[in-house]
């Protein structure tokens, strides 16, 4: 199977511009998390879609919001970007087996924003 | 609230020698642990899950529960495991799936 896909790979924005990133999870995998991974803070986790649905949220503010499809496909945005938002952008998949639920993550998207 | 820790930043180690990672974590409940593994270059992989009691590029790692910690350890390192080493939890206090990564150990492996 594809792994995770996600596009752009790297992005450079201004202050205050908005930025809408993809993601593609494995065939078959309904749910997709997002998370932010700075040299700071690390890897924090920001929302989870599941079935076209939100069904969990990190501590991010509401500049930064997502959608799932019903493909399964992922989108986040982040609008009136700040230069605290330089980050990468991992999107994992999630494979349910056997009672646990495995994350599998795509290369990411690398947004810098001047 | 979830929360993991991982106390060594930087771990260097000669070839051949033992390896340990270490990991400790606060949770209420029952966790499921999980070690990812991020090579340079390279996307976030998993590495080993607790619950599979398996054993990964000779890495294994044990859920002890008592002293709420999941270190990784590995008998012989070989160069090829420097790498970037994330311990993560997954709890299960709210549906659905989210994890919590420690800060992350970057382990060199000397010649």
């Known amino acids: 199977k594809a792994g995770v896909t996600q596009t752009p790979r790297y992005l450079i924005k201004t202050r205050g511009q908005q930025v809408t990133l993809s993601c593609s999870p494995i065939?078959?995998?309904?749910?997709v998390s997002w998370y932010q991974q700075t040299p700071g803070q690390g890897l924090q986790f920001l929302f989870e879609?599941?079935?076209?649905?939100?069904?969990n949220k990190g501590n991010f503010p509401g500049r930064f919001s997502g959608r799932q499809f019903s493909n399964s496909r992922s989108e986040m945005n982040v609008s009136t970007l700040e230069l605290g938002d330089s980050a990468l952008y991992l999107c994992?998949?999630?494979?349910?087996?056997?009672?646990?639920?495995?994350?599998?993550f795509g290369p990411g998207t690398r947004l810098t924003v001047l | 609230a979830q929360r993991v820790t991982q106390p060594e930043k930087l771990l260097s180690v000669f070839k051949g020698a033992p390896v340990e990672l270490k990991c400790n974590y606060s949770?209420?409940?029952?966790?499921?642990l999980f070690w990812y593994v991020q090579y340079s270059r390279q996307r976030l992989q998993l590495l080993l899950r607790?619950?599979s009691r398996e054993s990964i590029k000779g890495f294994t790692a044990d859920l002890n529960k008592g002293e709420t910690s999941f270190h990784l350890k590995k008998p012989f390192a070989q160069e090829e495991d420097s790498a970037m080493y994330y311990c993560?939890?997954?709890?299960?206090?709210?549906?659905?799936?989210?994890?919590?990564f420690g800060g992350g150990t970057r382990v060199l492996v000397k010649p």
């Open positions: 949770y209420s409940g029952s966790p499921e």
């Open positions: 065939s078959g995998h309904r749910s």
């Open positions: 607790h619950i």
């Open positions: 994992a998949s999630v494979r349910s087996d056997l009672g646990t639920d495995t994350q599998y």
């Open positions: 879609y599941f079935s076209e649905t939100q069904r």
């Open positions: 993560a939890l997954s709890g299960f206090e709210a549906a659905g799936n989210k994890l919590t």
